[in-house]
């Protein structure tokens, strides 16, 4: 039996595929851009079509480089998470736009829920906030107000992208893992599946969504026409969750933070399904024999797309890489504080109205101290964060970085600063791919757990604090000015 493993890792801002032996060695990888729309402000939408093309294209790659479908054992999948698609059953061609979980167009929505008192009962269910993050208010919102959902009556189906991306692998299975189910609203992550509370809260009827499954398991095989012969499909998971398991963090107490379009942190609890007071999620992070494992979590909206931002539309820099040796060639922010809130702030401030903002500029500052700021903003985000876990009792003891931004030597450094604590950074900073692949060789049986499955885990490199605490304090003293002028 082949030990080859297919990860399909659709993002939000590209489609990779990546074939990985079953020691956890990155045998190659394909990649292409998703094109991103922004009908209008607050809104962020994707084409469903594009998504399949580019993801097909580059699966494709990586199966040839394989040697052909024979020569692998199993596909994992691993997704952007709260963004949700509407597709025709009869022919798995999407009806619109995928609405992307940046998207903020239900806003008003979420916020007039609040008003009637909603919030508290659906955080209890779902360890979720009554905000236009999750996926529940889109699917109503775009049920009420795009007439072509509608005439599609029982041919309607919904669900977020590895729900889409398997329905067309395979030709028709309609199905969703219970981390990105559990990123609806619309599942009670502490019992079985669909909760028939929050489907009435967001008017979704249960006919149109996929059926809740484990993450690692056979789950089906996808249409011989797509690689030259079938593969099993054998394991799927939102990406934060994969990256929770790409960077080992199996034991409870265990914290990773992924820095890539937005930045996510959480923090393993094991089978006791957390409920926060200090304004984080909770998840479920994977689920395997009907059994779940959960994780306290804190979003960030924004954080490698703040660097796109300087990059693409301010012209501040010409790749992201150009930020490190910018940031190193000052000594300080010189005054200049980033707050990123381009598309509101999340975890723990949830304030999808706030505006980012740049504060603090005056004739000395160069773009140099912008630069930095920008990175600065990262530890700043994960030092709230790090305040509102250990306020529910999840201390960090150490910190797992992984993603885009975590190349960035400069950046790892002031994390460990800012937080006081060690950072440990992967050498094979993909672990989301990583986590995906670990889920398919359990699935696939390659692996008996997924503690087995760790030995795919390659070295790590350590940042030790090395700031005062004098210096420290004086960057959260100004951070603490600077959001408080965006939270006004």
């Known amino acids: 039996m082949t030990s080859h493993?297919?990860?399909i890792d659709e993002g939000t801002t590209s489609t990779r595929a990546m074939l990985f032996s079953a020691a956890g060695a990155c045998l190659g990888r394909a990649q292409r851009p998703v094109t991103q729309h922004y009908p209008a402000p607050g809104r962020v939408e994707h084409d469903a079509a594009e998504i399949w093309t580019l993801t097909l294209e580059c699966a494709r790659e990586m199966v040839t480089l394989a040697g052909g479908?024979?020569?692998?054992?199993?596909?994992?999948?691993?997704?952007?998470?709260?963004?949700?698609v509407f597709w025709d059953k009869r022919t798995g061609e999407p009806l619109g736009p995928a609405?992307?979980?940046?998207?903020?167009?239900?806003a008003d929505m979420c916020a007039t829920l609040k008003q009637r008192g909603a919030e508290p009962t659906m955080q209890a269910k779902t360890g979720l906030r009554l905000d236009p993050y999750f996926s529940g208010s889109k699917i109503g919102w775009a049920l009420e107000h795009w007439p072509q959902l509608k005439?599609?009556?029982?041919?309607?189906?919904v669900g977020t992208i590895e729900s889409y991306l398997v329905y067309r692998l395979t030709g028709g299975l309609h199905i969703s893992d219970a981390t990105n189910a559990s990123r609806t609203a619309l599942m009670a992550i502490g019992s079985s599946g669909w909760d028939d509370g929050l489907l009435d809260l967001f008017n979704v009827p249960r006919d149109i969504l996929p059926e809740i499954t484990d993450c690692a398991e056979r789950l089906g095989k996808t249409?011989?026409?797509?690689?030259?012969?079938?593969?099993?499909i054998c394991g799927l998971a939102g990406d934060q969750q994969a990256a929770t398991i790409g960077q080992g963090c199996l034991q409870p107490g265990q914290t990773k933070a992924t820095f890539g379009t937005g930045a996510f942190v959480l923090t393993q609890t094991g089978r006791t399904l957390p409920q926060s007071k200090h304004r984080l999620l909770s998840t479920i992070v994977w689920q395997i024999d009907g059994e779940r494992h959960y994780a306290l979590e804190g979003s960030v909206f924004v954080a490698g797309s703040l660097i796109q931002w300087l990059r693409d539309d301010l012209g501040l820099i010409v790749c992201a890489p150009d930020t490190e040796p910018l940031a190193r060639s000052v000594s300080d922010n010189g005054g200049v504080y980033v707050v990123p809130a381009l598309?509101?702030?999340g975890a723990p401030h949830w304030q999808p109205s706030a505006r980012g903002a740049i504060l603090g500029l005056s004739f000395a500052a160069t773009k140099a101290h912008i630069a930095r700021a920008a990175l600065e903003a990262m530890a700043h985000q994960a030092h709230d964060l790090k305040n509102?876990?250990?306020?529910?009792?999840?201390?960090?003891?150490?910190?797992?970085i992984d993603g885009g931004m975590v190349a960035n030597d400069w950046m790892a450094q002031d994390l460990a600063d800012m937080l006081a604590i060690d950072v440990e950074r992967p050498s094979f900073i993909e672990t989301t791919a990583l986590g995906a692949a670990m889920l398919a060789g359990v699935g696939a049986g390659l692996y008996k757990s997924l503690q087995d499955a760790a030995a795919m885990r390659q070295a790590v490199m350590r940042f030790s604090p090395q700031m005062n605490d004098r210096e420290r304090q004086k960057r959260l003293d100004g951070w603490a000015d600077a959001l408080a002028r965006v939270l006004m």
């Open 5 to 7: 493993l297919l990860v």
């Open 69 to 84: 479908a024979d020569k692998i054992a199993g596909i994992g999948i691993t997704n952007q998470r709260e963004t949700i």
């Open 99 to 106: 609405i992307v979980w940046q998207d903020r167009r239900t």
């Open 343 to 345: 598309s509101g702030l």
């Open 151 to 157: 005439d599609a009556g029982c041919n309607l189906a």
């Open 223 to 232: 249409l011989p026409e797509h690689f030259g012969g079938s593969i099993e």
């Open 388 to 400: 509102a876990f250990a306020a529910d009792g999840a201390e960090w003891e150490e910190l797992r």
